[in-house]
């Protein structure tokens, strides 16, 4: 059990954003033996721990929990725990990794393995919280959970008709398999963005190219900008960027052809910021089959 | 004796399949030719014993030929400009300036180099050393305080020390450990648990092993240590868990403390009352990267860190003396001679511990630092008084100056419950990624960041070993992408004279040349060189993981390489 924790753990990409001196994304977390025995702790502190948080419903744990909510999770789950586009809204009384509160202690503890979710004390920042600051994180988020609507803002199904269908989304993004190449896949869009998030990156799509602190959705940086590139041999290439350094780049065409670069090749070079991706107004896409999309893109991101 | 065992030792360990250099047989061979006839004319001992004395004496020239085992001797750290071949200190010479004077790597010839040996360490996370070369022989240190020597011509290692760490260590950010200090037969280590200790230069065993502070109140040493006589000098880390930081200095010989400079002046001492209550008990103010030494005033310079909490000024008011500052001390007894304060009151993380380097120009003796907080200052390095201060990157936090001329923050600079936008961000104009100078072409050249951060605040208690913020800091939100940047810096204007811009920022130190090049790493695993004088990128070579170190150059049989490590690995290249 240890071993598996700690072996998804190792393989996962986690930035390390508190620097006396560093920091960076795309750094693997140095993960010894010694992490290991500190994860037995806690994992066995989690087998003592109460079911119920022992500070539940106390307003000054709750706002204690605020701040240690601002100093440990913000960065990911941004300010006020509506979600940082990297990490899940947690205002969701639904959640998909942890119901109760002893779940939910645990998830905080150990993190999620594959995922960028890291256990307490692992983020390079030391030792982590105590147990008694978990409970009080636990509070606070408890305290600005809303419970979502008895029914769901929109039409799944008839979203799923459109995603595949015709708002076209699919010519570019995937979603559990099937779909197009060249935008992201969105499998997990729905499980970890907010509505709102997903919303402005439909209307507005080269607002955040990929939504999160640092790009860190993104496997590299230069992920989905633009590029246009013109071949020695006068042959023009539009795509996205896969990856780029100072002297190569890694394009991927609106055919999903994928082209390899030496930039001192090239004739020109140019990238850009704005998205390849068409702007959806409200004339294009109505506001309720945006909604309809969005609620697609939930339920299969609770799965 | 000694080393002759150790050569005998050495002798075995090639018989198990580590190279020996083949200069060295050549002194063994050429030596015994020489010194078997003077022996065997001398009858009193028995043949055996004769044999046993041959041997002994024959090793023991082959010690005092074979470079290889030549002490390091105070006055050769003094006199590094006459080995260049060396690189004997953390930033290559005493003045800070991590300048090589070889030139046979040069602007006509740099576009062959090629690598020539890769040494993978096996560690995870992020590689910061800066490796030490002694007559043939490289000496670095990896992650989880591991420290190792190589030969320096083929890569192959000689011995490795891996230290047992406690599994509750409190590093803020990672297991790094940016390099060795050495001097005699010894190389020194400050480790993640707060120990000081020092290896044997030969073997790597552990001669002496003194604990600094406790761990468990999050003091560790992640910088390399600075060498100045007898004194191992070296600064603690721990300004993210408010521990009361210190400069220290330890005899090399026994290891004993012989004193300890506090970065934050305790009751009845000089600058006390710049905090406010007890916060200087918990003050932080680190000193965790390598200062520099003047011998002509006996001084060193070392810099300091963030008071704590890092993002959070309510409860510290004043100026929180001696935190980012440069601090000019005795070498032989730790006593301030002055200090320069770079930003008062810091809210924002803005660790001034970036290499201070040594510039003499027009008969003025300056010490130069391009600050994290992003401006570019110069001081004179006999009094500690400003002479300019301009920025080199994106800076918002500070319109004005001081009577001295020092930038001093806006009102509305200061962290707030719902976050504010200030430039530089957190991680700093620089950071710890040591810069260079050259005094032919007269620049200085930096590694630099565009980004802005929010710094938003939360009261946050002091508990003993656990992170001490006050603060959170987000990207700003306009989420447009951070830029890096080598810059080339003219210390007499602050005119920034050519500037290199990065795919994206670089945690990578930089080396300049006598071959009129510069060399730096940066984030997508690239080696490159550029023409010190323009910017222009003549070189570069993939090594396959981020560059968090700094090069550094030397030489072998009269060979020059530039070494540098990248993801977890130390490279070495030189001409084919």
């Known amino acids: 059990m240890i071993l598996s924790v700690n072996f998804a753990l190792a393989g996962l990409r986690w930035p390390h954003f508190r620097f006396g001196g560093t920091a960076v994304r795309n750094s693997f977390s140095a993960r010894s033996f010694a992490s290991s025995l500190l994860l037995l702790c806690l994992v066995s502190s989690v087998t003592h721990a109460d079911d119920r948080n022992p500070l539940a419903n106390d307003p000054k744990a709750a706002k204690a929990g605020e701040y240690e909510f601002r100093i440990n999770c913000a960065l990911c789950h941004g300010l006020g725990a509506h979600g940082g586009g990297r990490g899940p809204d947690l205002t969701r009384a639904q959640k998909k990794h942890a119901h109760s509160d002893a779940e939910m202690f645990q998830v905080i503890s150990n993190g999620i393995a594959g995922t960028a979710m890291p256990a307490n004390g692992t983020n390079g920042q030391g030792v982590g919280m105590t147990d008694d600051e978990i409970w009080q994180l636990i509070a606070y988020i408890r305290s600005v959970e809303v419970k979502a609507p008895a029914n769901p803002l929109g039409d799944a199904a008839h979203g799923k008709e459109l995603f595949y269908g015709d708002a076209n989304c699919s010519l570019c993004h995937m979603v559990e398999g099937k779909g197009g190449r060249l935008g992201p896949d969105l499998t997990s869009a729905g499980g970890s963005r907010t509505r709102e998030s997903i919303i402005d990156s439909v209307r507005h799509p080269s607002h955040h190219l990929a939504w999160g602190l640092t790009e860190a959705t993104k496997e590299f940086p230069q992920e989905y900008e633009s590029i246009t590139v013109v071949t020695a041999d006068g042959k023009e290439i539009s795509g996205v960027a896969m990856n780029e350094d100072y002297f190569s780049v890694q394009i991927m065409d609106s055919s999903e052809r994928i082209h390899l670069l030496e930039k001192d090749k090239l004739r020109s070079f140019q990238k850009s910021r704005q998205s390849m991706m068409p702007p959806y107004d409200s004339s294009s896409l109505s506001d309720k089959d945006l909604e309809d999309i969005v609620t697609f893109l939930f339920s299969v991101g609770a799965k | 004796m000694t080393d002759s065992l150790v050569i005998l030792n050495d002798l075995l360990r090639d018989l198990r399949g580590h190279p020996l250099r083949p200069s060295w047989f050549k002194a063994f061979s050429r030596e015994a030719r020489a010194v078997f006839p003077k022996i065997a004319k001398k009858k009193q001992f028995a043949r055996v014993q004769l044999g046993l004395f041959f041997i002994s004496i024959l090793l023991h020239f082959a010690t005092m030929l074979c470079p290889a085992h030549a002490q390091v001797t105070f006055d050769r750290l003094l006199n590094s400009a006459k080995e260049p071949q060396n690189w004997l200190t953390y930033s290559g010479d005493y003045a800070g300036r991590r300048h090589s004077a070889l030139d046979q790597i040069n602007l006509a010839n740099v576009r062959t180099l090629t690598a020539k040996w890769v040494y993978q360490t096996g560690a995870e996370g992020k590689l910061e050393a800066t490796p030490l070369v002694v007559d043939g022989v490289l000496y670095a240190t990896a992650q989880d305080d591991r420290a190792f020597a190589l030969d320096a011509h083929s890569g192959r290692p000689i011995w490795l020390y891996q230290r047992q760490l406690p599994g509750d260590l409190r590093p803020c950010c990672g297991h790094v450990n940016r390099g060795l200090a050495i001097l005699g037969n010894k190389v020194f280590l400050g480790t993640l648990d707060a120990h000081v200790i020092a290896l044997d230069a030969k073997t790597g065993n552990v001669v002496w092993d003194v604990t600094s502070a406790d761990y468990q109140k999050g003091y560790s040493f992640t910088g390399a240590p600075l060498v100045v006589k007898n004194l ?299 023409d010190a004088a323009s910017g222009k990128p003549l070189w570069h070579f993939q090594m396959g993981g981020a560059v968090y170190a700094a090069p550094m150059a030397f030489a072998v049989d009269g060979k020059e390489y530039i070494a540098i490590a990248a993801g977890s690995s130390v490279y070495a290249f030189a001409l084919p």
Request: charged letters at 20%; glycine letters at 12%.
């Open chain 2, 232 to 530: 191992i000098i070296t600064g603690i880390s721990g300004g993210e868990y408010g521990v009361r930081g210190f400069v220290d200095a330890y005899d090399a010989v026994t290891g004993e403390r012989k004193w300890r400079f506090y970065t934050v002046p305790g009751p009845g001492e000089p600058g006390h009352d710049t905090w406010e209550g007890d916060s200087w008990k918990v003050g932080g103010a680190p000193a965790w990267n390598t200062g520099t030494y003047d011998p002509e005033t006996d001084q060193i310079f070392w810099p300091t860190g963030n008071p704590a909490p890092s993002n959070r000024g309510e409860g510290r008011a004043g100026d929180n003396l001696y935190s980012n500052s440069l601090l000019a001390l005795k070498a032989a007894t730790g006593k301030l001679n002055w200090y320069f304060q770079f930003t008062k009151h810091d809210e924002h993380d803005w660790d001034a511990t970036q290499i201070p380097v040594m510039i003499d120009a027009n008969g003025k003796h300056l010490i130069a630092q391009a600050n994290r907080n992003g401006f570019f200052y110069v001081l004179d390095r006999t009094t500690g008084k400003l002479i300019s201060a301009n920025a080199y990157g994106k800076t918002t936090w500070s319109d004005t100056k001081d009577a001295e001329g020092r930038p001093i923050a806006n009102k509305n600079s200061s962290p707030t419950l719902q976050g504010r936008t200030v430039c530089p961000g957190a991680l700093g104009t620089t950071n710890y990624m040591p810069p260079a100078y050259d005094a032919q072409t007269g620049l200085f050249y930096v590694t630099a960041r565009d980004q802005c951060d929010i710094f938003s605040t939360a009261p946050q208690p002091y508990e003993a070993g656990h992170a001490y913020y006050g603060s959170a800091y987000f990207p700003s939100e306009d989420a447009k992408p951070y830029l890096g940047f080598l810059k080339a810096i003219d210390p007499a204007t602050g005119e920034i004279k050519w500037k290199f811009q990065h795919t994206t920022p670089t945690w990578s130190g930089v080396l300049s040349t006598a071959g009129g090049l510069v060399f730096t790493g940066d984030a997508e695993g690239n080696f490159i060189a550029l």
